[in-house]
T-cell receptor
Framework: DAGITQSPRHKVTETGTPVTLRCHQT?????MYWYRQDPGHGLRLIHY???????DKGEVSDGYSVSRSKTEDFLLTLESATSSQTSVYFC??????????????FGPGTRLTVL | GQNIDQPTEMTATEGAIVQINCTYQ??????LFWYQQHAGEAPTFLSY????GLEEKGRFSSFLSRSKGYSYLLLKELQMKDSASYLC????????????FGKGTKLSVKP
């Protein structure tokens, strides 16, 4: 398994506060992704990165920003948390985005509750 | 538009065989993945299909028909530990090969 850690694993915060989630990988994978998972919606892509300082929006990017200053770290920031952002957040990595047979490896997830 | 459909829930008996279907309509196609996700855990990779046909891996097999936009995951000799959600995901040809996930099928295995 790819070495992917997420921090924090659980967080409770209040509406309007900024929140940053961290994803750290030790596999030197080029591609990193942030997803959210909600009942009835499955996994939805928030943002992704295809290299250091190279990022792009996914399906549900409003209210989120990301940064990737090093290969191993991908940060997700909620600028001003809202209750609709209560979710489980997963980070994922892969060595190649379009190469044959490159599955994504997932981190353990962060459960975020916005009160 | 992009759409991936799977049944929401299924129930099967220990020792039996179950087939989980996935149909997809996407703007591009560069492979289909199946993931397993136990409650409260991260998804883990099960199988990958990019060409038509059946891929077998132990008790699990996955089938793909690109012309029909259809795949299934076949689980044989069901065990209680197979109770989990099964996620179908299509890799888009563009957009850096991002995965588009279905909503998942929750499988309950009964004794």
């Amino acid at each position: 398994d790819a070495g992917i850690t997420q921090s924090p694993r659980h967080k409770v915060t209040e509406t309007g506060t900024p929140v940053t989630l961290r994803c750290h990988q030790t596999e030197n994978h080029r591609y990193m992704y942030w997803y959210r998972q909600d009942p009835g919606h499955g996994l939805r892509l928030i943002h992704y990165s295809y290299g250091v300082k190279d990022t792009d929006k996914g399906e549900v990017s409003d209210g989120y920003s990301v940064s990737r200053s090093k290969t191993e770290d991908f940060l997700l920031t909620l600028e001003s948390a809202t209750s609709s952002q209560t979710s489980v957040y997963f980070c994922a990595t892969t060595s190649s985005g379009t190469g044959a047979y490159n599955e994504q490896f997932f981190g353990p997830g962060t459960r975020l509750t916005v009160l | 538009g992009q759409n991936i459909d799977q049944p929401t829930e299924m129930t099967a008996t220990e020792g039996a065989i179950v087939q989980i279907n996935c149909t997809y309509q996407t703007s591009g196609f560069n492979g289909l993945f199946w993931y397993q996700q136990h409650a409260g855990e991260a998804p883990t990779f099960l199988s990958y299909n990019v060409l038509d046909g059946l891929e077998e891996k132990g008790r699990f097999s996955s089938f793909l028909s690109r012309s029909k936009g259809y795949s299934y995951l076949l689980l044989k000799e069901l065990q209680m530990k197979d109770s989990a959600s099964y996620l179908c995901a299509v890799r888009d040809r563009g957009s850096q090969g991002n995965l588009i996930f279905g909503k998942g099928t929750k499988l309950s295995v009964k004794p």
